[in-house]
């Protein structure tokens, strides 16, 4: 299984940007994609964004294409960190993030998941 734990939310200004972070560890992470998702009250939550094994392929919701960027990154202990920039955010964008992991990049759209974290808050204000 995998373990993830993001950080990296707070309160930005319309237009500004955050880098949401995703640490994330197991044993068989080197295989798994990763993505964010977002929740904002009174709402379902939503995909944003994936990203597949080797960092090659990315998806993303309308919504956030040109303005969000998933990337990730691998160190030598095996910890992986995946990384959400939101840039040009807008007050729609205020939701908890939520970082997972799921077997398949084209299937996280659908919510397909193995692993999610605790949340991170990101509040735009206007």
């Known amino acids: 299984q995998v373990r993830l734990e993001e950080s990296g939310g707070g309160l930005v200004q319309v237009g500004g940007s955050l880098r949401l972070s995703c640490a994330a560890s197991g044993r068989t992470f080197s295989t798994v994609a990763l993505g964010w998702f977002r929740q904002a009250p009174g709402k379902e939550r939503q995909f944003v964004a994936a990203i597949n094994w080797n960092g090659e392929t990315t998806i993303y919701t309308d919504s956030v294409k040109g303005r969000f960027t998933i990337s990730r990154d691998r160190d030598n202990n095996a910890k992986n960190t995946v990384y959400l920039q939101m840039n040009s955010l807008k007050p729609e964008d205020t939701a908890v993030y939520y970082c997972?992991?799921?077997?398949?990049?084209?299937?996280?759209?659908?919510?397909?998941?193995?692993?999610w974290g605790q949340g991170t808050q990101v509040t735009v204000s206007s």
């Open positions: 997972a992991a799921g077997y398949a990049v084209r299937q996280m759209p659908s919510m397909k998941t193995s692993s």
